[in-house]
Nanobody, 121 residues
Framework: QVQLVESGGGLVQAGGSLRLRCAASGSVRLINDMAWYREVPGKQREKVAVVWRSGDTRYGDSARGRFTISRENSQNAVYLFMDRLKPEDTGIYYC???????????????WGQGTQVTVSS
């Protein structure tokens, strides 16, 4: 079994910052890419940022220049530091990891339970 647990969401005023964390636990053998997505009611889930095992990163248009994604491989964790937050950043943030379990030959996508981020104007 593999489980992703997120933390760090909450309510913040516009212009403030938050740091999200997501850690995988269980029979994790290897993790490829780690990503954060945002979901807003009535809209498709949007990829906010991704970090590959190489350390390379890519950001969505809304996150570029304000958010920073990073990973800590020894902890099977990914972080999203969000700065200069705007009301339009509000949503449920989900982490996603491509994980190879112990004894498995394949990678599988896993999702966290989601953490609410609310930015007030």
């Amino acid at each position: 079994q593999v489980q992703l647990v997120e933390s760090g969401g909450g309510l913040v005023q516009a212009g403030g910052s938050l740091r999200l964390r997501c850690a995988a636990s269980g029979s994790v053998r290897l993790i490829n890419d780690m990503a954060w997505y945002r979901e807003v009611p009535g809209k498709q889930r949007e990829k906010v940022a991704v970090v590959w095992r190489s350390g390379d990163t890519r950001y969505g248009d809304s996150a570029r220049g304000r958010f920073t994604i990073s990973r800590e491989n020894s902890q099977n964790a990914v972080y999203l530091f969000m700065d200069r937050l705007k009301p339009e950043d509000t949503g449920i943030y989900y982490c996603n990891m491509e994980i190879k379990r112990e004894g498995s030959l394949h990678f599988t996508d896993y999702w966290g339970q989601g953490t609410q981020v609310t930015v007030s104007s």
